[in-house]
């Protein structure tokens, strides 16, 4: 940014949404003045012209304070972040054990992943995979020391690999592990476009941290809008001083990550997982994904019907995203959160987040409550989380500010501004069946509510975004609620779907009927979906 | 618009926009330089040459169906290199009486391994022959030829089987469909537009009839999965039929051929044109064919259940509440039918040519 500006545009240009925020320095300290998200086929220069407009419409004279003019849209600085189509990565090994942690570490940082090894692909079928022109680049790694089941197809795997980077110069090529000792193969390898880079060896134990940096890196430009929302998630803990995980579905993947607050260390504690395959609608909707977004559909329809919806959400976005198209992408993001949660699983290491703080454009358009309907039929953690939704696509813009100090400041002034707050979900598991499980008296300004506890029922209690309450939980019989217990205190927090009380099995377990699977699901979402025709 | 209702009155900020037509999305109907890729695998043997200028029906390369795996020795002499065609030099030794010349089987060299070579090298050889004019830009053998297109493009999402080449010929309006009962033997050689959607068993027996490709606005899933698997029990046969490709224009559901995309069909009724597969798009090159501009208010909602109605832009509306209380940037359309409040994301407008990306 500019020294000392008075406002500035915070851009997140993707796939499939150009989204635009307007941030201006008033009374001393930065506020949100609107935001607006449309088809990124407009370009960002109709999208914030539009917002310049509206803020002129709306209060032309803190328009003018801010110097906020439609015909000069440059003179006001702009942060961008930006995400495109995911890059493809081949990946090959010797042998299917020592792929399936380098296939593990590539699925996670970012890239389109396609992979074979020796033992299952013949050199023929594995120089095709690795010729096709869609393929960005080539990770072939091996144990380091290679295993007994690796060493002799090692040879014949870098004598392959060389060729291809022979026929492909543009290629990069990561060779990981005991496969740095084919490098002679690759002749001179700084006259050749591609790079040729050497990693550490990925296994089953040490995940490849080392490795995973350096593909990342590969994978995904410095201004990358999930790259920099995980650095401002990691901003985001430490103001909050919380364990704050974000999850976001979008367009071309998904994004987990969880951060921890320094609390006096150096470094934040981030970890982080960018999954092409969690993207909302992959661009070949298969089977697996069709029946994941069946699992959660409520609407009427045959699998090539759904199939057929699917493709037409991948194709056009921001098309019919009301009515049934809304429902739609309710099923299709609860099953591309399912998909996130499968290729992280592990990262929380069973410790519960503070915060969930949901992001991407699948979320774009749905009521709030409804998002967190969406995240606790999926996340189905027992304990107490509050929810909050990346509204204006902030975090990425705001975590792209390099310098530390300048980001924590525009953090902290917009806090109010950056997230709207979903609610509180508190999930008891461990409930015996019967017609009580016992009360719940919610103690808030506005009085005291007081609940029967229906083993799998949702239960909802107003409270408005801002207020916080305590919840005192009152059980026959002991459940999980953090800790084990029958008697809990729980201080929750609002937001517009209020307190969720979900007393729904852990996990989730729905009829196998599809008619009446359908109408569950279309019950616990008539709960909290405001203006739902039926 | 039906499912869309405006719920709300007025835009939040009191009034309705009265432009803002910059918020739909710019479809163009035709791109030009146009670099059109044809997949090759390792051991197609290619033919055409980079920098050299193609014209129709030239061959550009030998597919082989069935390609197998070799190893062969190359005499230290020869400079060999991974992606090289090889043929040995000295044919098989026969015995007894036959004067057929031996058979010298050959292929591609695909890396150095041990004393000698893989190589990649296959019986049945099928013909690509380029569908369009043009110049090679690139060369890769196993990898892929790019032309530069001598013509326009009107690009698809999809396209699928092909490349091919053929005269077009409307064969249904654009909200029609073309029924297997529609085709006849006097349609071979042709393209048909066949209007918004068309089934797996109409294309079988269009490609069984000498029909070369289909263009159509929506093919659903199923058929294009039944398509794609009697393609391929085609592809396997002995007896090759022509090239045959299906080229999508918008996606899976039914929904009329937008109008100014027909009008630019219509004018290329009875001219040759070509189905290429990367980008997918209707190749036509007719220098002296001009593509009217569409008028500047005209939209077509692309999607949802109201996809391929068009009607003319009056107003952007600003936010507005529609079914299951979902708010979205609104717009106000006037159609034949009357006007109707229309999420902005639902729409698209035309020009001939894009302008240059952001």
Sequence with gaps: ?????????????????????????????????????????????????????????????????????????????????????????????????????????????????????????????????????????????????????????????????????????????????ALTDELARFGDVGARPG???????????????????????????????????????????????????????????????????????????????????????????????????????????????????LRELRITPWADAAGDGAALRLAAAR?????????????????????????????????????????????????????????????????SIADHDERRAVMSDLADDLLIPLGSVVTPAGLRSGRSAGRLVVHSESGDTEIDLVPGALELVDLAPGQTAVADFRFRDSVRLGGKGRQFEVEVAGGLGGLLVDLRDVPLRLPERHDRRREQLETWQAALWAGLDR | MGGARPVSGLAPNGHAHGHGLDLVPLRSLVEEAVDIRFALAPGDRVIAEEGSVVTVGVQLAERFRDTVLAATTVPESEDARPGERWTPTDAPVRRGPSRRPARRTGGELLFPWRDGWRVASGEHADPLEAPIGGIVREVRPGVGIVVRAAGRALR??????????????????????????????????????????????????????????????????????????????????????????????????????????????????????????????????????????????????????DAGREGRWVASLGPRRFAHGIQLEAAQVRFAEGPAVVPVGDLERFCVVSPRAE
């Design chain 2, 156 to 305: 698809g999402i999809v396209a699928l089987g092909g490349p091919t080449r053929g005269r077009l010929k409307l064969a249904a309006g654009p909200s029609g469909e073309l029924r297997p009962g529609g085709l006849d033997v006097g349609l071979a050689g042709t393209i048909l537009v066949v209007g918004a959607r068309v089934d797996a068993e109409t294309l079988t027996r269009a490609r069984a009839m000498g029909v070369r490709g289909i263009v159509v606005a929506g093919l659903p899933s199923k058929e294009r999965r039944d398509w794609i698997a009697s393609e391929a029990r085609q592809k396997a046969a002995l007896h090759r039929l022509p090239p045959f490709a299906v080229l999508v224009l918008d996606g899976a559901l039914r929904r009329s051929i937008a109008g100014p995309v027909v009008g630019l069909l219509e004018a290329l009724e009875g001219r040759e044109v070509a189905i290429v597969n990367d980008p997918p798009a209707l190749v036509f090159d007719e220098p002296d064919l001009d593509v009217a501009d569409p008028p500047p208010d005209l939209v077509r909602v692309r999607s949802g259940p």
């Design chain 1, 195 to 309: 790079e040729v880079l050497l990693g550490a060896a990925a296994s089953a134990t040490t995940d490849g941290h080392g490795l995973a940096e350096l593909i990342t890196e590969l994978a995904l430009p410095a201004d990358d809008s999930r790259r920099a929302a995980i650095s401002g998630l990691a901003t985001l803990a430490d103001l909050t001083a919380r364990r704050v995980e974000y999850v976001e579905i979008g367009y071309d993947s998904g994004v987990r990550a969880i951060a921890d607050p320094t609390l006096g260390r150096d470094e934040p504690v981030v970890q982080s997982a960018i999954i092409v395959d969690a993207a909302l609608v992959p661009p070949e909707p298969d089977d697996a994904v069709l029946d994941h977004v069946l699992r959660w559909s409520t609407l009427q329809l045959d699998r090539h019907r759904l199939r057929d919806r």
């Design chain 1, 335 to 399: 099953a591309a959160l399912g998909r996130l949660l499968e290729a992280t699983d592990g990262m929380d290491r069973g410790v519960q987040p503070d915060l969930v703080v949901a992001g991407g454009g699948a979320w774009a358009v749905a009521p709030g409550p409804i998002i967190t309907l969406a995240m606790a039929d999926v996340l189905r953690r027992p304990g107490a989380t509050q929810y909050a939704f990346d509204h204006a696509r902030l975090l990425g813009p705001l975590g």
């Design chain 1, 1 to 177: 940014m500019t020294r000392d500006p008075r406002a500035f545009f915070a851009l997140d240009i993707g796939a499939a949404t150009a989204s635009a925020t307007l941030v201006a320095r008033l009374a001393g300290r930065w506020r949100l003045l609107g935001t607006l998200a449309l088809p990124a086929a407009v370009g960002s220069a109709v999208v914030r012209r539009q917002l310049v407009e509206r803020l002129i419409h709306a209060d032309p004279g803190m328009a003018a304070a801010i110097g906020a003019d439609p015909e000069a849209l440059d003179r006001i600085p702009t942060v961008t972040v930006r995400s495109g189509t995911p890059r493809r990565l081949a990946v090959v090994a010797a042998s299917e054990r020592s792929l399936a942690p380098l296939r593990r570490v590539a699925v996670q940082t970012g890239w389109a992943v396609t992979s074979g090894s020796a033992a299952t692909l013949d050199p023929l079928a594995m120089s095709r995979m690795l010729l096709d022109p869609g393929v960005d680049a080539v990770l072939a790694g091996a144990g380091d020391p290679p295993g007994a089941d690796e060493r002799g197809a090692l040879p014949e795997l870098g004598a392959l690999v060389a060729a291809v980077a022979e026929r492909r110069p543009d290629l990069t090529i990561i060779l990981a592990g």
